[in-house]
């Protein structure tokens, strides 16, 4: 990575917003430097200042910089977006990135309008999504899915669910409108060991 601390961010973004969250996964996922399976590898227990996780003269052991990873986490990973057509989280969108081998990923975020969670697992042949939207909000959530046939919510098919819409087929998903609440997603087959929608 040679970004620096500045234009890491944008690597990141840049990536992540033409569906190559797969590479950001890979460059991420590894123990070699620079990296932060490498600061790991050392020993750190919070960001270093320097990929190369020195100690002694090599600066902070507490330092917050290279730490745009955590965007991505909730961003991309967990897919919690604001969707531009309702800013401030009136209107949500949840479109979970799944890359390489990453089983599952859970994260909250607490928005203006209330806690908005997601957690994705990956099981055998089904991909499964639990979501929390705060009340009073309307969410889009893109699940990995050639139709609508092929997803249940709360282990019933979404023909039967009426405060579930479907919102159509984009960017190779199912594309589905809910309002406040806990919902159960499942999708059968999941697509294995492709980068999410």
Do not use: C
């Not at 996780?53 to 897919?79: C, K, P, R, T, Y």
């Amino acid at each position: 990575m040679t970004t620096g601390d500045v234009g890491y961010r944008y690597l990141l973004r840049a990536l992540a917003d033409s569906g190559h969250s797969d590479v950001i996964y890979e460059m991420n996922n590894q123990s070699d430097k620079p990296g932060y399976g490498y600061q790991l590898k050392m020993g750190a227990t919070s960001l270093t200042e320097k990929w190369d996780a020195g100690v002694g003269s090599f600066g902070s052991q507490n330092h917050f910089m290279l730490g745009q990873i955590n965007e991505w986490f909730f961003h991309d990973l967990a897919g919690i977006q604001s969707d531009p057509k309702g800013p401030g989280f009136q209107k949500i969108i949840i479109k979970p990135a799944e890359p390489g081998d990453l089983e599952w990923v859970k994260a909250t975020y607490n928005s203006v309008r209330g806690p908005i969670a997601v957690e994705w697992r990956r099981e055998k042949d089904r991909f499964l999504l639990n979501v929390t939207v705060p009340p009073n909000t309307i969410a889009t959530i893109y699940l990995p899915a050639k139709s609508p046939e092929e997803v249940t919510e709360s282990g019933v098919p979404l023909a039967k669910v009426s405060d579930v819409k479907f919102a159509g087929l984009k960017d190779l998903a199912v594309a589905l409108e809910i309002g406040g609440g806990n919902y159960k997603f499942a999708v059968f087959p999941a697509p294995k060991g492709e980068t999410g929608p």
